[in-house]
């Protein structure tokens, strides 16, 4: 299965609350970390709503 590589690229400071919970709920605490979470459409989702404070890119690497 495809994967995506999320990086937090902007800090949380001064984001709203449901900002920060999202990036939570992605694994996302702290600024350059990445993550390689699976391709679906939830992540997606979760994406679309940080998609100024994160970069994403595809990653054909089987999901752990």
Do not use: F, W
């Amino acid at each position: 299965m495809k994967t995506l590589k999320i990086t937090l690229v902007k800090s949380l400071i001064g984001r709203p609350e449901k900002h920060r919970k999202i990036l939570k709920g992605m694994g996302l605490t702290r600024l350059n970390k990445t993550v390689e979470l699976r391709d679906l459409p939830e992540i997606r989702g979760m994406i679309a709503k940080v998609n100024h404070m994160v970069r994403a890119e595809e990653s054909a690497n089987e999901a752990k």
